[in-house]
Antibody, heavy 118, light 110 residues
Framework: EVQLVESGGGMVQPGRSLRLSCTASGFSFGAYAMSWFRQAPGKGLEWVGFIGSNVYSGTTDCAASVKGRFTISRDDSKSIAYLQMNSLKAEDTAVYYCTRGRYQFDYWGQGTLVTVSS | QSALTQPPSASGSPGQSVTISCTGTSSDVGGYNHVSWYQQHPGKAPKVMIY???KRPSGVPDRFSGSKSGNTASLTVSGLQAEDEADYYCSSLAGNNNFVFGTGTKVTVL
């Protein structure tokens, strides 16, 4: 059974950093791209970024709204994808989801809440 | 990137059909076949119901169908059931690896 479990969320002050983890199981992790999405409280979904599979040398890209502040990486030996978030702003407050895939997102984690507040 | 436009709400009685539209531009919906629809129940993660405009993942009932014409995609739920009551979001590839989402539609089963 495919499972994605996010962790690392919490409350953080503006300007600080946080790293989210997405631990995968039930599939050959290294063969798949992984993506991150977020959803602000009471709002719609927003694509955050993706990292390609090892076949594509782990190519990454992020949305313009987070580019330069957020970085996506992966550790295939541990089946974990990471979302490093720096210089956090209040508008980054959201539930963050990791998903499997680059163009089709067939499995989603349960999400982890990040609250940016002083 | 502007959000795709969806009606804020839609409703139908059990057994009826409801269709949700998703309007974008030639730079997103009209330019790619990577259009997906997601169902989201309160407090839960989104679940993909349709991908690549009209394909259904295994396990999704065939009551759910998708289509596209020009810059507008549509999701039809036939034979509405109580468990279909949820928020529905469309999404589309929008070039340069970007994805854009719709504004969301709350479906109510009367």
């Amino acid at each position: 059974e495919v499972q994605l479990v996010e962790s690392g969320g919490g409350m953080v002050q503006p300007g600080r950093s946080l790293r989210l983890s997405c631990t995968a199981s039930g599939f050959s992790f290294g063969a798949y791209a992984m993506s991150w999405f977020r959803q602000a409280p009471g709002k719609g979904l927003e694509w955050v970024g993706f990292i390609g599979s090892n076949v594509y040398s782990g190519t990454t890209d992020c949305a313009a709204s987070v580019k330069g502040r957020f970085t996506i990486s992966r550790d295939d030996s541990k089946s974990i994808a990471y979302l490093q978030m720096n210089s956090l702003k209040a508008e980054d407050t959201a539930v963050y989801y990791c998903t499997r895939g680059r163009y089709q997102f067939d499995y989603w984690g349960q999400g982890t809440l990040v609250t940016v507040s002083s | 990137q502007s959000a795709l436009t969806q009606p804020p709400s839609a409703s139908g009685s059990p057994g009826q059909s409801v269709t949700i539209s998703c309007t974008g531009t030639s730079s997103d919906v009209g330019g790619y076949n990577h259009v997906s629809w997601y169902q989201q129940h309160p407090g839960k993660a989104p679940k993909v119901m349709i991908y690549e405009v009209s394909k259904r993942p295994s396990g999704v009932p065939d009551r759910f169908s998708g289509s596209k014409s020009g810059n507008t995609a549509s999701l039809t739920v036939s034979g509405l059931q109580a468990e279909d009551e949820a928020d529905y979001y469309c999404s589309s590839l929008a070039g340069n690896n970007n994805f854009v989402f719709g504004t969301g539609t709350k479906v109510t089963v009367l």
